[in-house]
């Protein structure tokens, strides 16, 4: 299997995102987190910039999703959030 994918440096914080094979089933709930020190924040002006927003399941803490121009699910999150 080979795997190709992009790095990114911003100023010490790197971020590796790489692509899979193909597969024939479709996976739309796939995503990666990200913390932000202000959901309510960050979500108000993403709303306001025309982002569509999704919600999610109600969880303990803060966060809501978006979609790339690629179509990859994004969660944004309080930080320091676990999954289990």
Do not use: Y
């Amino acid at each position: 299997m080979v795997l190709n994918g992009l790095w990114f440096d911003a100023g010490g914080l790197t971020l590796h995102i790489s692509v899979e094979e193909p597969r024939l089933e479709t996976d739309r709930q796939q995503h990666f987190g990200l913390g932000c020190g202000n959901v309510e924040g960050l979500k108000a002006r993403l709303k306001s910039a025309g982002m569509e927003i999704e919600d999610g399941p109600p969880i303990p803490w803060k966060r809501f999703f978006i979609r790339d121009p690629f179509g990859n699910r994004i969660e944004i999150h309080a930080p320091g959030v676990q999954h289990t």
